[in-house]
């Protein structure tokens, strides 16, 4: 079993910057792909970014490309998601997921075994 723990929501302005961590325990990430995932009221959860624990190969949903960053902090077992210039349209609810093995396609959230509860961004207009 994998633990994960989010943290950082809240909420900013269009423009700002938010800086989102998870907290994983119960087992070593090495074969580990993590990722991160939004939904929306109404809508369906969707891909935002993954990183492999291994390779530290990162991946990005095309809407948050070049404005969001995903990274891993070996000593704390955290991986963390730097939101720059955020839009009304990047709130919703963030999630935190694991996934052993790389999952095919990486954007499929039904290959990720584990979720963390979940942190709520607003970005007001």
């Known amino acids: 079993q994998v633990q994960l723990v989010e943290s950082g929501g809240g909420l900013v302005r269009a423009g700002g910057s938010l800086r989102l961590s998870c907290a994983a325990s119960?087992?070593?990430?090495?074969?580990?792909?993590l990722g991160w995932f939004r939904q929306a009221p109404g809508k369906e959860r969707e891909f935002v970014a993954a990183?492999?624990?291994?390779?530290?190969?990162?991946y990005y949903a095309d809407s948050v490309k070049g404005r969001f960053t995903i990274s891993r902090d070996d000593a704390k077992n955290t991986v963390n998601l730097q939101m720059n210039s955020l839009k009304p349209e990047d709130t919703a609810g963030y999630y935190c997921?694991?996934?052993?093995?790389?999952?095919?396609?990486?954007?499929?959230?039904?290959?990720?075994?584990?979720w963390g509860q979940g942190t709520q961004v607003t970005v007001s207009s």
């Open positions: 990183i492999s624990w291994n390779s530290d190969n990162t």
């Open positions: 997921a694991a996934a052993y093995r790389f999952p095919r396609p990486v954007q499929d959230s039904r290959q990720y075994t584990y």
């Open positions: 119960g087992r070593p990430l090495g074969n580990y792909v």
